[in-house]
């Protein structure tokens, strides 16, 4: 299964879009969203092109599409108007004998990590920074952003076929 990974939309039609288009050209079986889907949050500016509406109308002609967690600025009211289940904390997938525990981040992160066996990788957004860091016995990984990147990172997703890659929303792979 190929799968896309993306985080922190945060309302953004604008870099919605991109990475919708992304994932069309990236040919995934699936999207995995780490969460913060329509709502920017009291931390951060506006993303350009600003829209929750827009957001909601194209994810929600994905939503047999759509695999998705629950991020910090997600609630019950975003989840009356998205037409796919976004309230999970967490979802444990197995993919090419690989163990991912997906969170969007606020609950699950390498300072406060879940019970994972050795090898495991804990998949997580929430920070807005790219990473792909071993730690004792499982590896942490992060997407980055969407729409509102930080630490000079770029707006960009993850792609599993195999094996993980980083991306822009160009498309072009990244070194993280």
């Known amino acids: 299964?190929?799968?896309?990974?993306?985080?922190?939309?945060?309302?953004?039609?604008?870099?919605?879009?991109?990475?919708?288009?992304?994932?069309?050209?990236e040919q995934a079986d699936r999207l995995l969203l780490l969460g913060d889907l329509l709502y920017h949050g009291p931390r951060?500016?506006?993303?350009?092109?600003?829209n929750p509406r827009e957001v909601i109308a194209m994810l929600n002609s994905l939503k047999h599409s759509i695999l998705c967690v629950r991020g910090n600025c997600?609630?019950?009211v975003d989840q009356m108007v998205l037409?796919?289940?976004?309230?999970a904390d967490y979802c444990l997938l197995e993919l090419d004998g690989l163990t991912i525990f997906a969170s969007h981040g606020h609950k699950f992160n390498p300072q406060t990590p879940p019970?994972?066996?050795?090898?495991?990788?804990?998949?997580?957004?929430?920070?807005?920074?790219?990473?792909?860091?071993?730690l004792d016995s499982y590896t942490y990984m992060n997407p980055g952003s969407v729409s509102i990147p930080k630490e000079d990172s770029a707006r960009g997703y993850m792609i599993f076929d195999r094996k993980f890659l980083?991306?822009?929303?160009?498309?072009?792979?990244l070194s993280i």
Do not use: V
């Open 1 to 25: 299964m190929k799968l896309m990974i993306a985080s922190d939309i945060h309302g953004s039609a604008y870099y919605c879009c991109q990475m919708l288009e992304a994932y069309k050209k």
């Open 44 to 50: 951060n500016d506006l993303p350009e092109g600003y």
């Open 74 to 76: 997600d609630t019950e």
């Open 83 to 87: 037409e796919f289940p976004i309230l």
């Open 115 to 134: 019970p994972l066996k050795d090898g495991d990788i804990l998949l997580g957004g929430h920070t807005h920074i790219p990473a792909n860091q071993k």
């Open 166 to 173: 980083w991306k822009d929303l160009d498309g072009n792979t």
